[in-house]
C-alpha cells in the first residue's frame, strides 16, 4: 500500500579528484508498506518504489492510500540502508473489494 510519495531532486557536480561528475536529475519515488500474505512473511520496514518516466503521469498523485500490485524483479540497498523494490506495477487496486484498475 502507497503511504507517501517522495520527489527529489539534486544538482550537477563536476568531477572533483576520485569522485565522478554526476548529472542533475530527479526523481519520483512511492514509498510503500508491504502487504503480501501471509502477514508473518511481511517486510518489517518500508520499500520504495522509483516511478520509471512513462510511469509518472499514470501513478504520480493518483496512488495514495492505494494498494499496488508490482512484479520485483529484484529487490536494492542504497548506501543509507533503505530498501528499494525494482520492477513495475501491474495494477492498483482503489478499495480492496473493487476491480483493479
Not at 502507497?2 to 519515488?29: C, D, K, L, M, Y
Not at 492510500?65 to 520485483?72: E, F, G, L, R, S
Amino acid at each position: 500500500m502507497v503511504i507517501t510519495q517522495v520527489h527529489e531532486t539534486w544538482p550537477a557536480r563536476p568531477a572533483n579528484g576520485n569522485t565522478p561528475a554526476r548529472a542533475a536529475g530527479e526523481s519520483f519515488n512511492l514509498v510503500c508498506q508491504d502487504m503480501s500474505q501471509p502477514a508473518e512473511q511481511r517486510m518489517t520496514e518500508n520499500i520504495s518504489y522509483k516511478l520509471k518516466e512513462d510511469e509518472i503521469p499514470l501513478y504520480w498523485d493518483k496512488s495514495m492510500d492505494k494498494i499496488i500490485n508490482a512484479v520485483c524483479r529484484r529487490i536494492v540497498i542504497s548506501k543509507s540502508g533503505k530498501a528499494s523494490l525494482v520492477g513495475e506495477i501491474v495494477f492498483i487496486v482503489i478499495r480492496c473489494n473493487s476491480a483493479p484498475v
